[in-house]
């Protein structure tokens, strides 16, 4: 008697467990796409950190063979007009991520020296 009366229970027991199972499924696949999305990111970041730096040694470079006149490059690179000390600003991207260096340079008895390097956010 008792079998007859538990008839429909082993379906609501499915249906709840594959609802469950349902949930912890697309829990799952969510946390991986973000986790992906991040890294991706965190990848893009750093190439546009590196284009941003290499702005910068490039600058120094051309600073050193011509402290007075170069101006930048036109290519997200700028050096602040005047005298020194000078600022050089670096903006590197990559895809949709950009990153920004600014270096502070003297220079004094035909030596260049950098003040700071830092990262504006």
Request: avoid cysteine; hydrophobic fraction near 45%; charged fraction near 15%.
């Amino acid at each position: 008697m008792k079998i007859k009366n538990n008839k429909g229970q082993a379906l609501v027991v499915l249906l709840v467990l594959m609802t469950v199972m349902i949930m912890v499924t697309s829990v799952s696949v969510v946390l991986v796409l973000v986790n992906s999305q991040n890294a991706s990111t965190s990848e893009l970041g750093n190439e546009a950190l590196g284009a941003a730096e290499s702005g910068v040694e490039n600058a120094l470079i051309s600073m050193l063979r011509d402290p007075y006149g170069y101006s930048g490059d036109g290519f997200g690179v700028t050096v602040s007009p005047g005298n020194f000390p000078k600022i050089i600003t670096a903006i590197g991207s990559s895809n949709y991520v950009k990153r920004t260096l600014e270096v502070g340079v003297t220079y004094s008895n035909n030596v260049l020296g950098v003040t700071y390097w830092r990262e504006i956010y």
